[in-house]
């Protein structure tokens, strides 16, 4: 599915991959955020951190009438506020889907799937 955007010249379709990859972005550019996760790890058989070309792998996209419901799936760093980063990640994701493709988000729920010690 896409998100269709009406202008006055036309139709502008906006594909999901391409939302994930601007929620990815926007979420791993937040302190504290060490990366996306695999949002069915176990699955995917992926228990690292993605790349930023599978983002779409850790972003969940639905559809709804009045904008786009955004599921992201990251991990922290050991020793930030776990619940600052989060608020961070969602109000970030929200103000890039807004400002880069104009799009609303109705909820932006963050899911931590783990904590990295990065060395020092």
Known sequence: MAVKIQTKNGTVDVSNDVIATVVGGGATDNYGVVGMASKSQLRDN?????????????????????????????????????????????????????????????SVNVFVQGVKVLEA
């Open 46 to 106: 992926l228990n690292e951190i993605l790349r930023k070309e599978n983002y779409a792998k850790g972003v969940v996209v639905r559809q709804q009438d009045n904008g786009v419901a955004i599921d992201v799936y990251i991990i922290v760093s050991y020793g930030t506020k776990i619940s600052e980063v989060s608020k961070n990640v969602q109000s970030k994701v929200k103000y890039n889907l807004e400002s880069m493709l104009g799009v609303s988000a109705n």
